[in-house]
Every structure is written in structure tokens, then in C-alpha cells.
């Protein structure tokens, strides 16, 4: 009943003190909207709230911020509009715990997003059922939901079904780190998205279907527009408005009332629009590399995709072979020149690059598979629920088939050559000026191929030659060592001559993610190229030594030995602290993986270190 008081402040016409004025470790409740529609997570629901008020523990203070709270699977699937209270305690964003490592405390201020919190059943109440389901974007999500619901009846569960989902309406969470690896070892993870591809077969079934009203004169043509725009805004809303969607639809928007009432355009401008309309909505989106990525793509495309495919012409007699040999080739081209804007900036910000070879030669068939898998998805999308209504479920039951089998064709291609090639090159970094250097590199090359002129040649190469010396002349023959953790547990990261060699607990090997996000940049900015990880079991003490120093891991109470120095000695995660033996470890430097108790912290707090509160130690 307590928490029920927290509602007194809504009633409370005194000027309370700004949000700015506690923070986040201070709170204890809060009170809060359910701000947009909930990601089912394994064993939780993700939510973004938007907070009305916090409490200290003494009083009610009237707040305001955006905070992602993570509510148990106990409570029933909250609904945007819902207010809570509960108790819980707000936590920021992990801040880069190894260099290079990618600030989330800032992506997520930048969207207006202060921190993250966790609330169990007890903890929390739902205090109104405020759903705001009914609006238009209410009623998307719902058919988001109801098309789901469709797939997870006809189609098996597994990696199919939930790659499905993504692809056809948006929906991610499911998707296993398998899966989303071996997408993005082959260059394919805009595939996994709904994005311009999918929009763009999407407008062209459309176009097959109702073209013919464009043969009706002016009212044929209307009705032809009206119709295309209805639905493809409609699948963008069932897909949830992606910004990739977003793009795509205003793009094929603009294509499709040019060429409905004969207007010239030109692809240029019409993408500049697009992406003018995109920034108008969220200006931070320039900063984001999903924004950048997706428009140099298609930027590339309409530059460079006719120039390669011309270039090459084939003459066969037999008309399948030909075919064959010409759409392989142009779907290359399509691939080339999406990548030709792009591939310094995946270097940049994912430190991985495909591996060109098997990229241009499983590319082809990638976007033949996807594309089949696409189109049973759309007639799955668009018969299902006629299907359904009319209890042709046998009909459901052949598309699913048809649908599973498809993904099947596709994963088993994709996961076969995964697991036998080495398809990414890691470890790959990318400087800012190197960025620049690119754009004037291509800048210079677009130019000689205009004028001819042997002035932007000689710029070309002189781009060339500065890149080379910089990377010739870099040295990377580092010798360091960082000292981080994992949940509470000792992480040990040592690079010397492009080698790196890491110890981590062995609960590490089933979160792949973790590395890739943590260590993966850090070993790519000191140009690593080879890596041997070593997993101890939880529990374990362990020992070693490093530049003349000993360390000791300590997982479970012992004296410190007096036989040998211990430099630094470091505690792990649910340790039972106590003075007799901890007293032994005093002349050591004694570092701590998580934060103790507040009573061991005010009688011990200037003698410690707590790695938890401070990035990975370097030695």
C-alpha cells in the first residue's frame, strides 16, 4: 500500500524540484507510462517507459525521462498507456569497459533514454489500464501481432519461424546469435531486416497485379496510385515503421506518383527527399550508422549499378544459359556497387568486413533464395487471414510448408558455408581521416571518369600513396594487458605482436556477443590478428604473472601465501567477505568486481578498488 502514495504528487499543484535534481541511484520507486509496445525477451518483457514521478525513500519528486525497465514474465504482456508504480532500483548504462568499445551511455542519451532497471512481481502494481491500443499505431502492432500469431500456428518452431517473422514483419527478438553470425559473415544482415528489398519486391507484385488500371485513363491511374500507396503504407505500419521501411516507402512513393501521372524523376532527388523527410522526423539520425549505411548503399546503387553491369556483355547462343549468366552477373553488380560507399564505414563501426570471395559468389543466390522466400512470405501475409477466416486451414498448412522449406534451402547454404569458410575477416579498423580520405578518393576517381583528366589521376594516386604509408608505418607491436569482468568474474586480456590471449569464465563461451561487442573492437584498433581464449570454471583461484608482477584470482576466502608477493589480488562476484582473512590481503593491492555491501564500503571504502565503477585496469 505504500507505494499507492506515490499517486499523492499527481494531485500536488507545489512546484516540485526538477528530475535533474536526484539521480539515479537515489531512487527507490517510481512511477511510470508504458511509453511504446513491449519486446518479449526470454524471461522478461522490454519496455521503454516514461517516467511521472520517483521517490527517495522520504518523498515523491515529480519527474519526467525515458527509461528502459525490464518488467519479470510474471506480470501480464504490459500494453503502451498502462502506469505502474513500482519499487526498483534505476541503474545507468554500462559505460566502455576496453578501449574502442562503443559508448551505449550516449547512443541511448542521445535518444533521451537516462538508464535501465529491473522489477520483479512483488515490486510492482499496475495502477491504470490507460491502453492507448486503439490508435493507428495500436492497431498495427495488433495485426503485427494477430500475422504472427498466423506464422506461429502453420509454420515449426525454429530458426525458420522466427527468421520469418523478422524478415516479413519486423520482429527480432527471437532470432539466435547463430543465425544473426552467419547473416552478418555474409554481407546478408539487411536481408534479416525488413528494409528497401522487401519494399521493393513488394512494389513490383503491386505493380504486376494492378498495373492494368493504368490502361483505364486518368480515373484508372488514380485509383492504380491510390491503391499502391494504401497498401505499401500499410505493410511499412504492420512492420513497425522502421526507419529502413520508412525510406524505402517515402522513396516508392514519390517513384510511384511519378510514374502514375507522368512526372519525370530523378532517383537522386528522390532519395535526398527521403532522407530530408527522415532527419526532418529524427534529427539524430545522421549520427546513427543504420541511417548512413542504408542511404550510401543506395546511393552506390544508382551511381555505379548501370555503369558495372554494361561494362560486361555476354554472348551465348542457348537463351537459360544466357539468362542465367546475365541475371548472376548483374545481381554481382547490385552487390559491388552497394558495397562501393559502404565498406569503410561496416569497417569503422563493426570491424569486420565479408570475405569478398564467397560474398560475390553466394551472393547471387542469396538474393534468389531470400527473394523466393520473400514472395511466399508476402502470399502467406496476404491469403492467410482469407484462408483463416474461410477454414481452408490445409491451404495455411501448404504455404507454411512452403514457407519452412524455402528458409530451410536458404539457412542451409548459408550455415553450411559458415561453418566450413572462414567468411569474415575480423579484427579490421578504420581511422576517421581514413574516412575522408575515401570520399575524396572517390570523389577524384568519379571525376577522371567525367573529364579524363590526368589532374584528378595524380590525386588518385597521391590518396593512394598517403593511405599506404600510414599503414605501413603504423606500429602495432603493442605489449599490454587489461583487467575487466563478466558478471562479477575476472576477464583478462594481454596483447603483444599483433597476438592477444584472454582468460574468461566459462559461462562466457554460451554469450559469443559479449566478445564481439567488448574485445572485438579493441583488438581490431591494435591491428590483432590472432586470438587464443582459455575458460576457467566458476570458483577457481588462479595465479599468474605478467611484467614482473603476480596477481592472484581470488573465488573463494584463503590467506594470502607468504611464501610468494602478491602484486594485486583481485575478488570475485559473491565473495563472504571477512576481516580475518581479508586482512592478510591488505598489502596487496586489492581490487573488487563488484560493489561490496554499504558497511564494507564505509570501513574498508578507501583501501579497494571496485572495477564495477571504473573502465578495465591497463597494465
Known amino acids: 500500500m505504500g507505494l499507492l502514495i506515490g499517486l499523492g504528487y499527481l494531485r500536488n499543484e507545489q512546484i516540485r524540484p526538477r528530475p535533474q535534481q536526484i539521480s539515479n541511484e537515489k531512487v527507490r520507486a517510481m512511477v511510470f507510462i508504458v511509453d511504446d509496445f513491449p519486446v518479449k525477451k526470454s524471461a522478461t518483457w522490454s519496455v521503454q517507459v516514461r517516467s511521472l514521478g520517483f521517490n527517495d525513500g522520504i518523498r515523491w519528486i515529480q519527474g ?318 496476404a491469403f492467410g487471414p482469407l484462408f483463416e477466416y474461410f477454414s481452408w486451414t490445409f491451404l495455411n498448412q501448404v504455404l507454411g510448408l512452403m514457407l519452412d522449406h524455402s528458409f530451410s534451402a536458404l539457412h542451409g547454404l548459408m550455415l553450411t558455408t559458415v561453418g566450413r569458410f572462414q567468411t569474415v575477416i575480423p579484427f579490421l579498423h578504420c581511422h576517421v581521416w581514413e574516412l575522408g580520405l575515401y570520399v575524396l578518393l572517390i570523389v577524384f576517381a568519379w571525376r577522371w571518369l567525367v573529364d579524363r583528366s590526368s589532374v584528378f589521376a595524380w590525386l588518385m594516386v597521391i590518396s593512394l600513396l598517403v593511405e599506404g604509408v600510414f599503414r605501413f608505418s603504423k606500429d602495432t607491436k603493442l605489449e599490454s594487458a587489461w583487467l575487466g569482468h563478466y558478471k562479477g568474474e575476472l576477464i583478462w586480456v594481454s596483447i603483444k605482436n599483433n597476438r592477444s590471449i584472454f582468460w574468461a569464465p566459462s559461462s562466457l563461451q554460451s554469450n559469443p556477443t559479449w566478445l564481439q561487442n567488448h574485445l572485438s573492437p579493441m583488438w581490431a584498433m591494435f591491428g590483432v590478428t590472432d586470438t587464443i581464449g582459455h575458460y576457467y570454471p566458476k570458483g577457481q583461484n588462479l595465479v599468474w604473472r605478467y611484467k614482473n608482477e603476480h596477481f592472484r584470482y581470488v573465488s573463494y576466502p584463503c590467506l594470502k601465501p607468504k611464501e610468494q608477493p602478491v602484486h594485486h589480488v583481485i575478488f570475485s562476484k559473491g565473495l563472504k567477505l571477512h576481516t580475518a582473512w581479508l586482512a592478510s590481503w591488505t598489502s596487496s593491492n586489492p581490487i573488487f568486481l563488484q560493489n561490496p555491501s554499504r558497511y564494507f564500503r564505509e570501513k574498508y571504502g578507501q583501501r579497494f578498488t571496485y572495477l564495477s565503477e571504473i573502465p578495465a585496469l591497463r597494465y
Not at 522526423?281 to 558495372?308: C, H, N, R
Request: glycine letters at 8%.
Open 64 to 381: 519526467s525521462g525515458k527509461y528502459i525497465v525490464y518488467m519479470s514474465k510474471e506480470f501480464p504482456k504490459p500494453q503502451r498507456g498502462e502506469m505502474y508504480v513500482a519499487r526498483l532500483q534505476l541503474k545507468g548504462f554500462a559505460k566502455p569497459m576496453f578501449p574502442a568499445e562503443r559508448n551505449w551511455e550516449d547512443y541511448y542519451l542521445q535518444k533521451g533514454v537516462y538508464g535501465t532497471a529491473f522489477i520483479a512481481k512483488k515490486q510492482g502494481r499496475l495502477l491504470l489500464n490507460n491502453s492507448v491500443a486503439l490508435d493507428l499505431v495500436g492497431k498495427f502492432h495488433a495485426w503485427q501481432d494477430a500475422w504472427a500469431q498466423l506464422f506461429n500456428r502453420y509454420m515449426p518452431v525454429g530458426r525458420n519461424l522466427e527468421v520469418a517473422k523478422a524478415m516479413l514483419l519486423g520482429i527480432h527478438s527471437s532470432i539466435d546469435f547463430e543465425t544473426m553470425s552467419a547473416y552478418s559473415y555474409l554481407g546478408a544482415i539487411h536481408i534479416l531486416s525488413v528494409s528497401g528489398l522487401h519494399v521493393g519486391l513488394l512494389y513490383m507484385g503491386l505493380h504486376f497485379l494492378l498495373g492494368f488500371l493504368n490502361r483505364h485513363g486518368f480515373a484508372g491511374r488514380f485509383v492504380f496510385f491510390s491503391l499502391m500507396l494504401f497498401l505499401l503504407w500499410i505493410y511499412a505500419g504492420i512492420s513497425g515503421f522502421s526507419a529502413p521501411v520508412l525510406r524505402s516507402a517515402w522513396m516508392f512513393s514519390v517513384m510511384l506518383f511519378a510514374s502514375s501521372f507522368g512526372r519525370r524523376h530523378n532517383s537522386i532527388n528522390t532519395l535526398a527527399f527521403s532522407a530530408f523527410l527522415m532527419l526532418l522526423i529524427d534529427p539524430g539520425a545522421m549520427v546513427q550508422p543504420g541511417f548512413q549505411l542504408s542511404y550510401l548503399a543506395v546511393l552506390g546503387l544508382m551511381l555505379f549499378q548501370t555503369k558495372l553491369a554494361n561494362w560486361k556483355t555476354f554472348k551465348i547462343s542457348n537463351p537459360i544459359l544466357f539468362w542465367i549468366v546475365k541475371n548472376a552477373w548483374e545481381l554481382t553488380c547490385v552487390a559491388i556497387s552497394a558495397q562501393v560507399l559502404t565498406w569503410p564505414l561496416i569497417i569503422y563501426y563493426f570491424h569486420q568486413f565479408p570475405n569478398p570471395f564467397y560474398f560475390f559468389l553466394l551472393n547471387p543466390f542469396l538474393i534468389l533464395l531470400s527473394t523466393i522466400s520473400l514472395g511466399l512470405g508476402f502470399l502467406f501475409l
